[in-house]
């Protein structure tokens, strides 16, 4: 089959779960047994989202082949379980570069260069990149911002411009909208969805679906005018009502047939609806876990979506041990050895969160002490590893000093050095040890046994400063165990404490790679400790 492409746009506001109704198009035209892909095209001028804060557009998501890219990515992984590569995020940052490195080249010949049709050009040629590599039947393009955006105009000039090209049968749009309720009228408004909708028709585009988000159902009266005012045929009119977990959107898509619709607007007949046996038995089962194990997450981002990948992934593992994870921040800025006994209080395990600088170490580093010294499940994720590493240091190890050269440029005991590789960069931008590597795992150690007696597993990484393996022999002789080691650059990925019931740091980010269908072992064994705890 000819490669079709679909369009997700947004109005009105944002915020609406656009990446997650992409992943859920995604998934349901995958079980149809479609080859698909998802990409994330967003308009702003980062070359990636690995230099912003996650306060900016929440964590930084990390694809196996080494690309920082929008945690919408996550989305399309944990609902498909398809790995996305690093042409799977595009932003207008990497479009411009592209476009001028090549007129420094000289490529261009002379002509000036505008943004139609140069920048168009290449948002055009990085939408069809894709299926250059290999086949896909649908590759699904969600693209970021809001309609009305200055920024996302080029975007929408090229989607335009695509689907002139390719015809109604080949590219379509769907189109997510808000419907607000206003309780004081008691009513349910459209017009900010029609405005939507005609300023997407004044820039050449009739979306063919529309996807309408409210917090309230909506009457098939409703749905039928703005099916009238906006061109559009009222089954292809859906609703996503606000449901109690990302997880069930897929299936009320379905239910209202969004990928039949999809399919039979690009000329194929939808034929049978597939069943999502797996998909129904993990949210029967996510329904049945009530019993709750209390996760406390150390870290300093006040906000859910800086530890996005961590909270899902606790959340599926929760759901294979039948049991509900209730997350709870703690900020590692206030934690004293005063307060920690008090801030840790009713946790069932804690999660020692990833971060950067030097704000709210030593708090994660407390938080390290006691967990140890309490006997509680501890899971250090890449700084939070490195921590729990300096910890052991400092009160074991007696080297009241120890610190990362991240944190300390002198401390004669940086039992957390700066990798090799990294020393002589200067430039911050996609250039930190990233993506997947391999990693073997001592055999008869806590973590080989978690990850069902493998010896051999391959996790992403997003990190500058690493183990320091002059310190490797105290460790070990002191109780620390680096059993997880890079073969290739031996360095330490993973450390535990045999001696303790579940306490382990890894370098990596098993976040990255827990799934719907597939939770991480790690995760799953953590949630299974601190489960225990809380028994
Ligand atoms: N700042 C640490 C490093 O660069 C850890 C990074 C992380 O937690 N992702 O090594």
Known sequence: METRYIFITGGVASSLGKGIISASLGKLLQSRGYEITIQKFDPYINIDPGTLNPYEHGECYVTADGQETDLDLGHYERFTGIQMTRDNSVTTGRIYLSVIERERRGDYLGKTIQVVPHITDEIKRRILLNATKRHFDFVITEIGGTIGDIESQP????????RWEMGPQRALNVHLTYVPYLAAAGELKTKPTQTSVKQLQGFGIQP??????????????LRLKVARFCNVDVEAVIQSQDLPSIYE???NMQRQGLDAICLKKMGITPGETPQLGLWHDFLERRKNATEVVNIGLVGKYDLQDAYKSILESLAH???????????????????????VEELLKGMNGIVICPGFGQRGIEGKIIAAEYTRTHDLPTFGICLGMQMMVIEFARNVLGYADANSREMDQTTPHNVIDIMEEQKNITQMGGTMRLGAYDCQVREGSKTFEAYGGQTLVKERHRHRYEFNNRYLEAYERNGMQCVGVNPAANLVEIVEMPDLHWYIGT?????????????????????????????
């Open 507 to 535: 370098q990596f980010h098993p976040e990255y790679s827990s799934t719907v269908l597939h939770p991480h072992p790690l995760f799953m064994s953590f949630v299974k400790a601190s489960f225990a705890v809380a028994k």
């Open 155 to 162: 975007f929408l000039e090229a989607i335009r411009q695509l």
């Open 249 to 251: 959107v897929p299936v």
């Open 208 to 221: 063919e679906v529309l996807v309408l988000r409210s917090e309230h159902e909506l009457s098939d009266e």
């Open 317 to 339: 593992a929760g759901t294979y041990n039948d049991c509900k994870v209730r997350a709870h921040f703690i900020n590692s800025e206030l934690i004293t050895r005063d307060n």
